[in-house]
């Protein structure tokens, strides 16, 4: 495992200790935007890169989807959650950095990652992009956080490693996906998402 995977690790193994973390989960707040995006997925696998309590997963199931979960700590994951993916075959985890994804990180439907990009150091964007691109059949939605945010503290780390513009992001998931839609700057201009069809054939 590379020295920066690691580091990243116990960071997030160290937040995700502390209950104030998981008091919400942006991915299952702003899933019924996928489904707006995505109208026929009954069947359809998923994966939520960056999972983190792995909530959304009941949005998914909710709508007859298949769910991949991954990431970085198995820790973030709700006892609930890890029950759910003990029990139930539609669900699986996997504890994986979205840089340097192991084999058994199926390729899906459709890919969603919440409030995870921004996290990751900008040197790994490419990989990241690359490991995800390679493992999208149909598109997705990559929801990105544009400012700073207050957990870091906690544990006195940073945990928005990677601030960019709109702009930047856009121009830089068009390097590996189609990008289908993006949303609009009036409707909240810290949160935004990129909506992305199949990815491009370099990938
Ligand atoms: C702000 S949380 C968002 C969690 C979840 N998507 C949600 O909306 O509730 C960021 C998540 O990204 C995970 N993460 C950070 N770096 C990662 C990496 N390199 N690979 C996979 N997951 C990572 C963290 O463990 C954390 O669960």
């Given at each position: 495992?590379?020295?920066?995977?690691?580091?990243?690790?116990?960071?997030?193994?160290?937040?995700?200790?502390?209950?104030?973390?998981?008091?919400?989960?942006?991915?299952?707040?702003?899933?019924?935007?996928?489904?707006?995006?995505?109208?026929?997925?009954?069947?359809?696998s998923?994966?939520?890169?960056?999972?983190?309590?792995?909530?959304?997963?009941?949005?998914?199931?909710?709508?007859?989807?298949?769910?991949?979960?991954?990431?970085?700590?198995?820790?973030?994951?709700?006892?609930?959650?890890?029950?759910?993916?003990?029990?139930?075959?539609r669900?699986?985890?996997?504890?994986?950095?979205?840089?340097?994804?192991?084999?058994?990180?199926?390729?899906?439907?459709?890919?969603?990652?919440?409030?995870?990009?921004?996290?990751?150091?900008?040197?790994?964007?490419?990989?990241?992009?690359?490991?995800?691109?390679?493992?999208?059949?149909?598109?997705?939605m990559?929801?990105?956080?544009?400012?700073?945010?207050?957990?870091?503290?906690?544990?006195?780390?940073?945990?928005?490693?990677?601030?960019?513009?709109?702009?930047?992001?856009?121009?830089?998931?068009?390097?590996?996906?189609?990008?289908?839609?993006?949303?609009?700057?009036?409707?909240d201009?810290?949160?935004?998402?990129?909506?992305?069809?199949?990815?491009?054939?370099?990938?």
């Amino acid at each position: 495992m590379d020295e920066l995977l690691l580091t990243e690790k116990k960071k997030y193994e160290k937040i995700w200790q502390d209950k104030r973390y998981r008091s919400s989960s942006p991915g299952y707040k702003l899933a019924h935007l996928f489904f707006l995006f995505a109208k026929q997925v009954r069947g359809d696998s998923i994966t939520d890169f960056g999972c983190g309590t792995g909530r959304a997963a009941l949005r998914f199931l909710g709508r007859g989807m298949d769910v991949q979960l991954v990431d970085i700590t198995k820790s973030a994951l709700d006892e609930s959650i890890k029950t759910l993916a003990h029990i139930d075959k539609r669900v699986q985890f996997v504890e994986a950095s979205v840089w340097d994804l192991p084999q058994e990180v199926a390729t899906t439907d459709w890919i969603y990652s919440a409030d995870l990009l921004e996290h990751l150091p900008e040197e790994k964007i490419d990989s990241a992009f690359k490991c995800m691109a390679s493992r999208t059949k149909k598109g997705g939605m990559l929801q990105i956080y544009l400012e700073e945010e207050p957990f870091g503290e906690l544990i006195g780390e940073t945990l928005h490693l990677t601030l960019k513009s709109r702009q930047w992001w856009i121009d830089k998931v068009a390097q590996y996906w189609e990008i289908v839609l993006v949303s609009p700057e009036a409707a909240d201009h810290v949160r935004f998402c990129i909506f992305v069809g199949k990815p491009n054939e370099n990938c």
